[in-house]
RNA sequence: GCGCCCGUAGCUCAGCUGGAUAGAGCGUUUGGCUACGAACCAAAAGGUCGGAGGUUCGACUCCUUCCGGGCGCACCA
């Protein structure tokens, strides 16, 4: 709602401006000012003007006024300071308005990709994999077609890496320093069902085994790195049993990470995957686009002589001067790189490849499949080979790499579609030193003066995703066992874990893209404060007010239509009942600023303020207590609409609100 | 060496395209439960926004430079 009045405030002062004074201006502000008594809307507008207009603001400010006061739904126009426009609502129109669900539509037509979690499948995943997966999840139900985003369509896929070094390198651990054959690994993978062991966390020690055995005798190691280059060259050729190892194990993985991600609520539409990409042949085909457009051209001198490269982005070079910084597409012994394989996977994904891959069910959720990519697939199936737009929630360490793929496509033509090829980055997940040590790492001096410890999977060091997924429902499931002993075992568990998990992705939500977490354990389980917790209680506790009230949300809605409210929202009383309405007014102005930036975060804190507003509301008046009718009506009225807006809010963050708390 | 990111209260972080007195949470001190359940609310203390210049009517925000920290720059994936 409040967006709608900016937009009309924007269209009504852009042709003000441009019939007095013929000055259009792109970006007219228009803001929230500091203090409600300012008003609801700001505008410093006449300060811009001032100088091209040769007049002060507060003159430019008073031609203004009386034509913005026209607009309906604003009460008044004030000028204050030098010259801001300060707008006043009205309140009691405005609100019936937020009653009846009136708001600005986000986004518009065309077909979304996102990729994210690309976990290599040959360990457990660690906190650092649920960053990813819960920003993109969560990115993913931003975008997702509603009543806010009618247009929208989107897909999720998690890209599998089921024949890179990582799984090569546990695939050595299970055949060289376990000494398994093939039927031993089918039977090791059912023992460990058996005895109800995860496949992921035994693969996660034997990765850091022989991390470690790669270079533990110096004598050995050039031999033991020939091994894993042999086994991982197996693995890429396929049909051997080498590689049908490779396949158990990967896959056996995977289904462990969906099991991980599915406790979370994020669920995938496609998993395509590496083994395909090779032999589907789309390096192929990409090759010889690239060839033909002349982007990857053979370099004769230099450094890189005998290798295919291509220019990276914004290199100029004079005439007869080689690139020696050119990026190497296919090595001197013709294999081609990881940025080459890439570049094939995104012009598969913008439909630009001309080859599409086979696809078949993997995984069923309770609303519907996912599905992964083969060689020869299932009829009728879907495909996602056709995005509008892409957005790769990837670290960013990989910024550069990005980069390059981006630029491929830019110097192919795609000029349309590298521009809406967004890397949603993010920094990396590392440990205080306090959690560091918990989990039994011994940190040097020069590591605990440090603001975080990394992470090493080579090491076996991190925090395993189950574990501490295990720990928040933990935490909360005592909460919950000491508060509520009248509720039932389930529905206990059931709280418990919506609590869990709603701390959890708050947690790793509230932090914005580019800030390193310092992952720790205490801060994690705070249930108190800015948390997931503190978001979900107001919603329980504004839910209980219509179990005791004996009406329903909708119902307290729709009474405030033929209510009286203009006293009701004017004083001191009324202005901190309007506030709350204010905030509220406000989803889709956040929810359109927090796709533009990508950046989930502001919908997080957005969901802590109108938390606070709510909860602050919930003490200055009691509702059930309020003897005057219409007045407990907007009250009712008043908490119906905030929990509306929460719980929207928060079904984009994937953060569910359980029965009581 | 080159490129990118960061430096805001004791701690952890917000601060949208430059706009009014720089905001939260935690922690500290104090007050509030026979309640719409305190996983809450109220109040207080706490800041030369890393330093120095510059642009601007106006700078936490833009530019330059310096200091401090992080990450990335392979015929690895």
Redesign the pocket.
């Known amino acids: 709602m409040y967006r709608i009045l900016q937009q009309q405030l924007q269209a009504q002062i852009g042709t003000l401006l441009k019939e007095k004074y013929e000055i259009e201006i792109a ?1 007219l ?7 409600i008594e ?2 609801e809307m ?1 505008l ?1 507008v006449a ?2 003007l ?2 091209r207009l040769k007049k002060p ?1 507060r003159a430019i400010a008073q031609e203004l006024q009386p034509l913005l006061a026209e607009i309906p739904g604003v009460a008044s126009v004030e000028i ?3 010259g ?1 426009l ?1 707008v006043k609502l009205d309140r009691a129109a405005t609100a019936k308005r937020i009653a009846a669900d009136e708001h600005a539509t986000v986004g518009g037509a065309g077909f979304r990709l996102v990729e994210h979690t690309s976990i290599n499948p040959n360990k457990a995943a660690h906190v650092g994999h649920l960053r990813n997966a819960i920003l993109g999840d969560s990115f993913a139900r931003m975008l997702k077609a509603d009543e806010y985003k009618p247009g929208y369509e989107t897909g999720v896929q998690n890209y599998i ?1 089921n ?4 799984v090569a390198d546990i695939v050595v651990a299970i055949t060289h320093l376990e000494g398994m054959k093939l039927d031993d690994v089918h039977a090791w993978m059912t023992e460990l069902i058996e005895t109800n062991t995860r496949l992921d966390y035994a693969c996660w020690d034997l990765y850091a085994n022989v991390s470690q055995w790669y270079d533990a005798d110096p004598t050995q190691s050039v031999a033991r790195k020939q091994l894993r280059l042999d086994t991982l060259h197996q693995i890429e050729a396929g049909d051997n049993e080498t590689a049908e190892i490779a396949d158990l194990i990967a896959t056996g993985v995977l289904r462990r990470h969906l099991e991980t991600m599915e406790r979370l609520a994020i669920e995938y539409d496609f998993l395509p995957r ?1 083994s395909e990409i090779l032999h589907l042949k789309f390096w192929e085909a990409a090759r010889q686009l690239m060839v033909s457009k002349g982007v990857l051209y053979e370099e004769a001198e230099g ?5 295919w490269v291509m220019r990276r982005a914004g290199v100029e070079l004079a005439a007869g001067e080689v690139d020696e910084d050119a990026k ?1 597409l296919i ?3 013709g ?1 081609v ?3 080459g ?1 890439d570049i094939a996977y995104h012009l598969w994904k913008f439909g630009l490849l001309g080859k599409d891959f086979g696809y078949a069910k993997f995984r069923e959720y309770p609303a519907h499949t996912c599905w992964i990519s083969t060689m020869h697939g299932e009829d009728p199936h879907p495909s996602y080979g056709h995005a509008d737009a892409i957005y790769n929630v990837i670290d ?6 990005q980069t390059q793929v981006k630029e491929a496509l830019r110097a192919l033509g795609y000029v349309a579609e590298s521009e809406r090829y967004t890397h949603l980055n993010y ?2 997940v590392g440990l205080t030193a306090r959690t560091a040590e918990e989990l039994g790492y011994k940190l040097s001096d020069e590591d605990k003066a ?2 975080f410890i ?1 992470v090493s999977g080579r090491k076996g060091f991190g925090v395993k995703a189950d574990d501490l997924i295990d720990r928040m429902i933990g935490a ?1 499931k005592t ?2 066992d000491t ?2 002993p ?1 509720l039932d075992e389930v529905e206990r568990a059931e ?2 874990d919506a ?1 869990g998990v709603g ?1 959890l992705r708050y947690f790793l939500l ?3 893209r ?5 992952f720790d354990y205490q ?1 994690a389980l ?6 997931g ?2 978001a979900q ?1 107001a919603a329980v ?1 504004a839910a ?2 219509f179990r ?1 009230a004996g009406v329903s949300a909708e119902e307290a809605i729709a009474a405030v239509a033929s209510l009286d409210l203009a006293s009701m929202l004017e004083g001191e009383e009324g202005t901190s009942v309007w506030e709350v309405w204010l905030s509220v007014s406000r989803v889709s102005q956040v929810l359109e ?1 927090a796709i533009a ?1 990508a ?1 989930p ?2 919908l997080a ?1 957005y969901a ?1 303020v109108l ?2 507003q709510f ?11 309020e003897t005057d009718a219409a007045r407990k009506t907007l009250l009712l009225a008043t908490a119906a609409v905030a929990r509306r807006e929460l719980l929207r809010v928060l079904g984009w963050l994937g953060i569910k609100v359980p029965s ?2």
């Open positions: 970006n502000v228009v803001e929230l000012p500091p203090k300012f008003g700001a410093p300060f811009e001032a100088k603001p204050a300071g030098a801001y300060n890496d024949t890179g070094v990582q590496e450094k890189n002589k005998g290798c190497i090595r001197s012994n294999t790189t990881y940025v394989k960013s360490r990989q910024d550069d790499p920094a990396f440090k603001n990394e909360a909460e919950v508060r509520h009248e709280i418990a609590i701390a509230r932090f914005t580019n800030t390193i977490i310092a801060d705070a249930f108190d404060g800015e948390t917790p503190y209680y506790r209980n007010i005791k600023q930036t950046e975060a502001m804190r802590f938390a606070q909860n602050n509301f919930y003490h200055r008046h009691h509702i059930l207590n009581a708390m």
